[in-house]
């Protein structure tokens, strides 16, 4: 069975919703001193380096505060910052091996304080896409990537903007939903490059 790395997220959602008896989704006000105490509470027994992943950088915190909805300034200035954040491949080259990135798209390992550092983290892709139409799952907070690369062409520049977003979603979408793979260490160059690879190889299921 697929694990989802977004597991420990939401069981910290779940908990602090309990705590603060008001639903993420409300418009009401969530007192910030206690939200903070439980996820405190909630990784009391994570590593300390582990620790520093729950304090919010600063476009967390502004995505936070305009409810993932920014003003125009806000979600320029957050675009801007990321942008900076991103780092290219030295090679130039953005598309790995496709078989290896569906490997890693298809696997939800990774994110836990509790995984074990020796193992390959996944990209959990499958939890908000669909990457091919013999899926008979898939997550749907995401738009489904069938065809993903055909519809662009192939091009190279496509491919490139694919692995800018991989790794830095936030320089694209301000505010995004997706993580920041290659900006918060989750996956190696050489992985999105692989994923990439997923997206546009002709031969990929995705774009079959």
């Avoid at 190279?156 to 692995?163: C, G, H, I, L, S």
Wanted: proline share 6%; net charge positive; glycine share 8%.
């Amino acid at each position: 069975m697929k694990k989802s790395w977004f597991a420990v997220l939401a069981a910290g959602a779940i908990a602090i919703t309990a705590y603060v008896g008001e639903a993420p989704a409300q418009q009401g006000k969530v007192d910030l001193a206690t939200t903070t105490k439980t996820m405190n509470a909630i990784f009391s027994k994570a590593p300390e380096a582990w620790k520093a992943k729950i304090v919010q950088d600063e476009t967390q915190k502004a995505c936070t505060t305009y409810r993932n909805s920014p003003p125009p300034a806000v979600a320029e200035q957050i675009s801007e910052r990321e942008k900076k954040n991103v780092v290219l491949p030295a090679d130039g080259k953005f598309l790995g091996d496709w078989k290896t990135g569906e490997r890693l798209a298809q696997s939800g390992y990774g994110g836990r304080h509790t995984d074990d550092p020796k193992r390959v983290m996944g990209g959990n892709c499958y939890a908000c896409h669909q990457l091919s139409k013999k899926e008979v799952s898939f997550g749907t907070m995401g738009p489904s990537l069938l065809e993903y690369g055909k519809i662009r062409k192939y091009k190279p520049e496509d491919a490139k903007a694919a692995y800018i977003k991989i790794y830095n979603a936030q320089a694209v979408f301000p505010c995004s939903n997706m993580p920041r793979l290659g900006h918060n260490k989750h996956l190696t160059e050489q992985q999105i490059k692989d994923i990439v690879a997923l997206l546009f190889d002709p031969e990929s299921p995705v774009n079959k």
